[in-house]
């Protein structure tokens, strides 16, 4: 994520040098945004995550037939709008027959924390007792 925003910053730099900035078009982004992150925001907690990828994968589809007619494709209006709702219709439909899968929580921290009585944490008789740090996750024994 660093990498890039980073990436983006030297990127946004040099087309500032080298004059090719709209300042009127990235105002008008910037502005239109805000709504963006705030409707987000707001529906971040309230829509399952597959919901949010279908739409998301929809929207992705038809910004990319978009591009494909702009460049110069022969893409009708209605495609590069009903396949992306198709896309979406479908998404849901096949999710509707599907249980919510939990999430997958295996990269936060504290995720492998597992009971005392897993093989892991058991010692053999005799030897030292293995104790983990709930906080840092390191092992240690006493």
Known sequence: MFHAALLLWVAGLAHLVSGNVDFGLMGNILIGSIPGVWIGAHFIDRVPAQRLRVVLGAVLLGSALAMIKNAGGHIPIGIIFGVPVGVIVAGFLLQRG???QPADVSG????????????????PTGAAMSVRDEGLGVASTR
């Open 108 to 123: 936060l921290p504290g995720a492998d924390v597992r009971p005392e009585t897993s093989p892991r944490h058991a010692a």
């Open 98 to 100: 599907s249980p919510e």
